[in-house]
């Protein structure tokens, strides 16, 4: 995939404010060609540094609303400034995942890039938390780090090279997704898939001059990819 909308961002800040796999690649395979129209009202849950908020404001016309329980919404607010944004186009708030402030169907799609297996895995948390807040029609988009196969009774030792085993519960394969997906009334799956730019993701990610990179680096040397995917996840509310 040739990521153009990704590289209008200078590469340098797109490593410093990355906090895993490069999310804008993600969110530009996850978003381009979905379907949402320009002008839609986007929730980014778990929107990190506001990299992915960034880049569908900016690159898809989308009025977001950067919601995130870890960051600072004040320096997120000074990147998308930075970026020529400002807040008519890009809203920044502090937010736990399960109480956010919004009304009912308030948004036109959900977007979470690298964060859904952090909340989602409660398999009622769609239909209570996130189905409510979108309109009838409208497209949740999930980017989930996953497995290519559940394998926690017997994790690969590459893994634990940089894991344990709680951390690694926080991935499953696309079976187990869907599985919990289905469990909920009033949405439909439209396509579930592994992404074809994981890897090069995961290169990115460990470029980056962090301790969280660093400690990342063990794994994947040791074939941790082997073992790790990126689904995504297309979702419509009826």
């Known amino acids: 995939m040739n990521f153009t909308k990704t590289n209008s961002f200078p590469k340098a800040v797109a490593l410093e404010r990355s906090m895993g796999p490069n999310p804008l690649k993600l969110c530009e395979e996850l978003v381009d ?3 949402i129209p320009v002008g839609s009202v986007v929730l980014d849950l778990g929107s990190g ?16 609303h950067a ?25 920044p708030l502090k937010a736990d995942a399960t109480a956010l402030p919004y009304a009912c169907e308030f948004f036109d799609a959900v977007v979470s890039v690298d964060s859904y297996n952090y909340f989602g895995r409660d398999p009622g948390y769609l239909g209570t938390h996130l189905l409510p807040l979108v309109k009838r029609g409208g497209l949740l988009l999930f980017a989930i780090p996953g497995m290519t ?8 030792a590459c893994l634990c090279k940089s894991w344990d085993a709680e951390q690694l519960d926080y991935m499953h394969d696309v079976n187990w997704w869907r599985a919990n997906i289905e ?51 297309k979702l419509r509310k009826r």
């Open 67 to 91: 919601a995130d329980l870890w960051s600072d919404p004040g320096d997120n607010m000074r990147f998308f400034e930075s970026v020529g944004l400002t807040n008519h186009e890009v809203v």
């Open 149 to 156: 196969r559940d394998c926690h009774d017997d994790l690969p």
């Open 183 to 233: 469990q909920t009334e009033g949405v439909d799956i439209l396509d579930m898939r592994e992404m074809a730019c994981t890897a090069e993701a995961w290169a990115d990610w460990l470029s980056c001059d962090n301790d969280y990179a660093r400690g990342d680096r063990a794994a994947v040397e040791a074939g941790a990819l082997d073992y790790l995917n990126t689904i995504a996840v």
């Open 49 to 64: 540094a506001g990299l992915t908020s960034a880049l569908m404001a900016r690159e898809f016309g989308f009025i977001v």
């Open 33 to 35: 060609d979905a379907g």
